[in-house]
């Protein structure tokens, strides 16, 4: 069957908007005193679970009923307080620590089997010889192959302490028996600023993917080495990018601005007031910047555009963000679990808020894409609402609006093509990186000679491929499709994919971007300011 052209409501990133906080700036004084003293609402709650605990007939685990009641009140309150649970929350903070202990693989389940993809660039598992293919079979003696593996299981077998050995049982194709490898684990970078390369001879692109501890600090790397190619503009490419860390923002923003340039002040329900301002420290105040953003650019990334619109520092370039306004800060609860409560509003320099009412429910707050899909606002800039009396003036008199995201500088329309429902689904749900991986597998040496320069500028596939997949995708689905209107998409898709197995390190977004209209669109911005 021909699969219909569609929109995709980018659901992941939305999803992750909701959960990832952005209070790492602010401190959490002790309330101890004001919180939890006698209080008979608290009272009833304890009883309850007590009764129940100690009196009802049949065994209940009220563990599972606390956390149900704790989501229910949050439920309550707006759509950015969450609940992690204990099980969680390892993963989550990984996620934004930006590292953890492990051995350094890329990898998936193939055949019931953990199948290396690429071992991390300078890892432990490089090091030690590990390589894309490899199959891996035992653990420190422990089979960890099967239907009863899953990837939880198999990560917690290879994850460990700083420095302690893993003992592995390798196969590799064209090997008569079981390779052995020990690995030392060691801290694995989770990377956030996913590709840094020039776009032209002066504009340099840096993308970062989330806002963690460790993104600073990477972002300053990168730009460093595109300053000393020669970079005088910069574009920063925040779409999909869910946020993260306030401060690391911040830090980010003040690469940018002079020395005293408000950034953003934040207010909470006692009205207190704080501000963040520019130091002298930044490296890039004089280059020119252009910010990308999209739908699912949110939070922390919002924090940047606005920040730099409202100093009329650079131009952002894209779709109306996200529209979440809402400052989170963590709270232990005692038993490894915790909660992200929203304690204040952050307001762009202007003085605006852009976070969009949540007053008709959770619901109807994250189904705001499909209004804004329906009411043409991702084609046509025209069609996106706003209010006069959410009208603020920049210092050099440009008009920007509050009360629902940050309304880009130049317009660029979802690109239907490349951004569609069918290709957006067979690589969120892992379709073409198996073929890939595959495709790969039946001559890991076909590609050996052939530079990341030369295969990102040279390398094409003939429609033999798309073909190829096309079969690939009816086996494993049992469907019928067809690939009429997307060969050429098709087809880039699966060359960024190789192109990340075989190199990794933003790869896979220099050959995306070749045929990206928003970053053409910039190119064509930057040569226009020469």
Do not use: C, W
Not at 17 to 32: E, H, P, V
Not at 101 to 121: L, M, P, Q
Not at 381 to 388: L, N, R, S, Y
């Amino acid at each position: 069957m021909k699969l219909k052209k569609k929109y995709l409501p980018l659901i992941l990133g939305v999803a992750v908007a909701a959960g990832i906080f952005i209070g790492g700036k602010l401190n959490f004084s002790d309330t101890s005193d004001r919180l939890f003293t006698k209080n008979s609402k608290k009272d009833k709650l304890n009883r309850l679970i007590d009764y129940i605990d100690y009196e009802y007939i049949d065994d209940v685990n009220t563990d599972s009923i606390v956390d149900v009641t704790v989501n229910g009140i949050l439920n309550n309150l707006d759509p950015h307080s969450v609940y992690i649970p204990k099980e969680d929350m390892e993963r989550v903070a990984d996620n934004m620590k930006g590292d953890f202990v492990g051995i350094g693989i890329n990898f998936y389940t193939y055949k019931d089997t953990i199948t290396v993809i690429r071992a991390v660039e300078g890892g432990p598992s490089e090091k030690a010889g590990i390589i894309g293919g490899d199959r891996i079979i035992m653990a420190n003696g422990d089979s960890i192959f099967g239907k009863d593996f899953s990837n939880n299981d198999i990560i917690k077998k290879l994850k460990g302490p700083i420095n302690t050995l893993v003992d592995l049982k390798v196969y590799r194709r064209g090997e008569p028996k079981l390779l052995d490898f020990t690995v030392k684990r060691n801290h694995i970078p989770i990377r956030s600023v996913d590709a840094a390369y020039m776009l032209t001879d002066k504009l340099g692109y840096i993308k970062i993917n989330r806002f963690a501890e460790s993104t600073y600090k990477e972002f300053k790397q990168e730009l460093t080495k595109l300053k000393k190619v020669g970079i005088t503009k910069l574009a920063v490419d925040l779409r999909n990018n869910p946020g993260g860390f306030l401060g690391v923002a911040e830090q980010i923003i003040d690469e940018f601005l002079e020395e005293d340039k408000l950034i953003l002040f934040t207010k909470n329900k006692r009205g207190d007031i704080e501000k963040s301002y520019a130091t002298k420290k930044g490296s890039f105040e004089k280059g020119e910047v252009y910010v990308l953003i999209d739908e699912n650019s949110a939070s922390a990334s919002e924090i940047v555009a606005g920040a730099l619109q409202d100093n009329d520092k650079g131009t952002i370039v894209g779709r109306r963000s996200y529209g979440k306004g809402l400052v989170q800060r963590e709270m232990d609860l005692g038993d490894g679990s915790a909660v992200r409560l929203t304690v204040s509003r952050y307001y762009t320099p202007t003085g605006r808020s852009i976070q969009r009412s949540y007053e008709n429910g959770n619901r109807d707050y994250y189904d705001e894409y499909f209004d804004r899909l329906n009411r043409g606002e991702l084609l046509d800039p025209e069609k996106i609402e706003v209010a006069d009396s959410l009208k603020f003036t920049t210092p050099k008199g440009k008009v920007v609006y509050g009360g629902g995201g940050i309304i880009p500088d130049v317009f660029v329309p979802l690109d239907t093509s490349m951004q569609n429902e069918t290709l957006t689904f067979l690589d969120r749900r892992g379709f073409i990186s198996n073929f890939v991986f595959e495709l790969l597998e039946k001559d890991r040496h076909a590609f050996d000679g052939i530079s990341r320069k030369e295969f990102i500028n040279d390398f094409q596939f003939n429609d033999d491929m798309v073909l190829d997949f096309q079969n690939y995708l009816n086996e494993k689905t049992k469907a019928n499709i067809t690939f009429v209107a997307y060969n050429e998409e098709v087809k880039q898709y699966i060359k960024a994919t190789l192109a990340d197995q075989l190199f990794g390190n933003g790869a896979f977004e220099e050959v995306i971007n070749q045929t990206d209209i928003m970053i053409d669109e910039v190119i064509t911005l930057s040569h226009r300011e020469d």
